[in-house]
């Protein structure tokens, strides 16, 4: 079997007597979409922090494509493809909509001369209409950013994500908030990335895991409990137990 693209080993962050992340080992794929699953408080946003390099660990290893990244800060890990969205919106709100994507295309260029009228930039201006293509914000291009509504807001930031060309991209929550329509385009944005890059994706929707998942991972108390398939983790007693109970026997 082929190397996984993220092996996270025995990962230990403590925030005085809580281990927020006890030990948890698990392993994503290339090319999966990757579920991390669990109740609140169960240390999954810490263990993202870790994963992008926000939070050090304080014992354990993240290795990504076969490097030890565990030493690395977050620039250096966005630039080996390692990228991440948050929970909370962050865009530049009186930016529009594509100064916002351009903005991150030049970030991420070698060089880039931020100097110089972005207008003349025709490079980065093209990439960034082409994301606005793939997230399905094309027609808001001159709109402020500030002015989206929330899940098209969560949108631009999945753009902004992308534009730096993540190997792996971590979501962290992508749906929270939204209703459903907002949630059922951010679903279906989702199946078209999949095809595209590795996803690794926090969520408390279970109708959405469970539709969009490859494989899950259940963090319970910090714990890695099992990583498994779908249908393996619908049928797993310590997850019933632990946190889906009644709500994984009412999915589809």
């Given amino acids: 079997m082929a190397e996984p693209l993220l092996r996270v080993e025995s990962l230990v962050k ?82 529009s909509v594509l100064d916002n994507l351009r903005l991150a295309v030049q970030a991420r260029r070698p060089g880039a001369a931020f100097w110089r009228a972005a207008e003349k930039d025709t490079a980065a201006r093209d990439e960034a209409l082409a994301l606005l293509e793939r997230v399905g914000l094309a027609e808001r291009a001159a709109q402020a950013a500030g002015s989206l509504a929330h899940g098209e807001q969560r949108q631009l930031e999945v753009g902004l994500a992308l534009a730096a060309r993540p190997r792996l991209l971590l979501l962290d929550e992508p749906l929270a908030g939204m209703g459903p329509e907002e949630s059922a385009r951010m679903v279906a944005l ?25 494989r899950i991972t259940t963090l319970v108390a910090g714990r890695v409990i099992v990583s498994d398939t779908p249908e393996a983790i619908r049928a797993h007693p310590e997850v019933l137990r632990a946190y889906l109970g009644d709500e994984l026997e009412a999915l589809p």
């Fill in 190 to 214: 989702l199946q078209t990335l999949r095809r595209e890059t590795t996803l690794l994706l926090v969520e408390h929707d279970m109708d959405a895991v469970f539709r969009l998942a490859d």
């Fill in 14 to 95: 403590r925030f005085g007597a809580l281990a927020a992340t006890d030990s948890a080992s698990f392993e994503v794929r290339a090319g999966e979409l990757h579920a991390l699953i669990g109740p609140n408080g169960a240390g999954k946003t810490t263990l993202i922090h870790q994963i992008s390099g926000a939070l050090r660990p304080d014992a354990g290893r993240i290795h990504f494509d076969g490097q030890d990244l565990t030493a690395l800060p977050m620039p250096a890990r966005v630039r080996a493809g390692l990228v991440r969205s948050y929970q909370i919106t962050s865009v530049f709100q009186r930016f």
